[in-house]
C-alpha cells in the first residue's frame, strides 16, 4: 500500500496549510495478495468504484445466476480507483530517460541452485553481459524498457503535463527511453538483505542503501540531466530488498530530494547529495505468499514466456509513475500560514493514487494471481514493443478516456467510449 495522503490532499483541496512534510517514504506497488486484502472493503464500501460494464457482466462481487453471464461466480477480480488525477505542480519528465543498474547479478550465490551462463543484452548501441540469468529475467526487463517508447501504452502518458516558463510542457512518447545499462558486481550488494525500511537513517536502511547504489549510477553514467533520469535497481534473488516480502509489495519508486526535510533526514549522510528519483526493482520471482509468486508470474500469459510477465508489468508500472511523479507527492509546507511546495506531478486528489496504482492488477483473479485476466475494460493486457516483441503491462490511468470520465488504458482492453 502507497503511503497515506489523503489528509494532506483534502488541506490542499480546501486551501489550508498544513505545518510539517510529506513523509518521504516510497510509494508501493501491492503484491496480488496485498491487493486482495485491500480489494473487498474498499469496493464494497464505494459504488462509484464500479468499473463500466465489461463484455460478460463480471465483476467477481455478483452472485448467481448473474456473474459470469449465468455461470457460477468467479473469484473476486481486482477493479481500478476511480476519479481522475489532479496536477499538483510540480515537474514530470517530459523526455524520459531509463538506466538500468543490475546490482550484484554476478555475485556468488546471487542465483542459490542455479546453473549459469553469460547472458548478452544488446539494445542498439547499449550493450553489457550479466554473469547470471538463468531465467532470462535481466535480458527481457532490458528488452521492455528499450522497446516501450513510441508504444501506445507509454502514449497514454502523454497527456499530462508540466507548467514552466515556457507554458505546459507534455510528456513525450520518444521511442529511444533506455538511456544505459550497468552491470555493478563491484559494490557488494551481499548486504541489503540485512537491511530494514525502518532503520534509522543512513546504511542499514534499505531505502538509504538503494538510492547510495542509484547515486553511483549517476556517477557511472555521468547523468547530468537528473529531471528527466530514473535509476532502476534490479537485485537478483538472493540479495533482493528483504520488505517486500514481509510488507506485500513487489516494487517502488522514490525521490531522494535532500531538499525536502523528510527526505533529507531519510536519506542523510555522504552518499546521498542530489536530489533524483530511482526505482527499487526485487527479483520478482523471489517474491512469494505461501509458496505462490505474488507479482505477476503468468499473470497475463499462461504459455511458457508468462513466467516472466510480472518484470514488464511490475516495471513498467513504477517508470510510468515515475514519468508522471517524478516527486513522489512529496509536499513541504512552511506552517498554517505558509506556502506549501508541491515536488508532486500527478496523481489522485482524494486517495492519492499515482496513475499506475489507479489500475494495479485490474482484471487479476485475486485468489489464484494467475492469467488469464478476467475480461473487463482496463485489465492487463499484452503489447507488443517498437522491435515487435511482446509485453505484458498492467493499463495506466487515463484521464480522457471512458469519454472523459477516465478510466484505466492502454493494454489493449480500454473502455469502448472514445475519448473525452
Avoid at 547529495?273 to 526505482?279: M, P, R
Avoid at 522491435?387 to 487515463?398: D, H, N
Wanted: hydrophobic share 35%.
Amino acid at each position: 500500500m502507497k503511503r497515506v495522503r489523503a489528509s494532506v490532499a483534502l488541506g490542499l483541496a480546501l486551501g489550508l496549510g498544513f505545518a510539517g512534510v510529506a513523509s518521504a517514504k516510497p510509494i508501493f506497488l501491492p503484491s496480488i495478495a496485498k491487493r486482495l486484502q485491500q480489494e473487498a472493503g474498499i469496493h464494497a464500501a464505494d459504488a462509484t468504484l464500479t468499473p463500466p460494464a465489461p463484455p460478460c457482466p463480471e465483476s467477481g462481487y455478483l452472485p448467481a445466476p448473474f456473474s459470469n453471464c449465468g455461470l457460477p461466480e468467479t473469484p473476486a477480480t481486482s477493479l481500478p480507483y476511480m476519479g481522475n488525477m489532479a496536477y499538483w505542480g510540480g515537474p514530470v519528465e517530459v523526455h524520459p530517460k531509463e538506466y538500468i543498474v543490475y546490482w550484484g547479478w554476478g555475485e556468488p550465490g546471487a542465483f542459490p541452485g542455479r546453473t549459469c551462463s553469460p547472458e548478452n543484452i544488446t539494445e542498439g548501441s547499449i550493450s553489457a553481459t550479466l554473469a547470471c540469468d538463468p531465467d532470462g529475467a535481466g535480458k527481457y526487463m532490458a528488452d521492455f524498457v528499450a522497446q516501450m517508447g513510441g508504444t501506445g501504452w507509454a502514449g497514454v502518458s502523454t497527456q499530462y503535463y508540466e507548467n514552466s516558463s515556457a507554458g505546459k510542457q507534455y510528456i513525450s512518447n520518444d521511442p529511444n527511453v533506455l538511456a544505459g545499462i550497468w552491470v555493478d558486481d563491484s559494490n557488494s550488494i551481499t548486504g541489503l538483505p540485512s537491511t530494514s525500511g525502518s532503520a534509522p537513517a543512513g546504511p542499514g536502511n534499505t531505502y538509504y542503501d538503494l538510492a547510495a547504489e542509484a547515486q553511483r549510477a549517476i556517477a557511472h553514467f555521468g547523468i547530468t540531466d537528473l529531471k528527466d533520469a530514473n535509476i532502476i535497481i534490479a537485485q537478483p534473488p538472493a540479495y533482493s530488498d528483504p520488505n517486500a516480502l514481509n510488507q506485500g509489495y513487489c516494487a517502488f519508486h522514490d525521490y531522494t530530494d535532500t531538499r525536502v526535510p523528510a527526505a533529507a533526514a531519510l536519506y542523510k549522510g555522504p552518499d546521498i547529495t542530489q536530489a533524483f528519483a530511482y526505482t527499487n526493482m526485487p527479483y520478482q520471482l523471489a517474491i512469494n505468499s505461501n509458496g505462490v509468486n505474488v507479482c505477476g508470474e503468468n499473470a497475463v500469459n499462461t504459455d511458457a514466456a508468462g513466467k516472466l510477465d510480472g518484470f514488464s508489468i511490475v516495471l513498467g508500472h513504477e517508470i510510468e509513475e515515475t514519468i508522471t511523479d517524478p516527486g513522489a507527492e512529496d509536499i513541504v509546507s512552511t506552517g498554517l500560514t505558509g506556502t506549501q511546495t508541491n515536488e508532486g506531478g500527478w496523481y489522485d486528489a482524494v486517495d492519492a493514487n499515482e496513475n499506475g496504482d489507479k489500475c494495479a492488477w485490474v482484471g487479476e483473479n485475486l485468489l489464484t494471481g494467475q492469467g488469464p485476466p478476467e475480461p473487463i475494460y482496463g485489465a492487463l493486457g499484452d503489447i507488443t514493443g517498437n522491435a515487435g516483441e511482446r509485453f505484458a503491462v498492467q493499463s495506466l490511468w487515463s484521464n480522457r478516456a471512458n469519454a472523459g470520465t477516465g478510466y484505466c488504458a492502454g493494454a489493449g482492453t480500454d473502455s469502448p467510449l472514445p475519448n473525452g
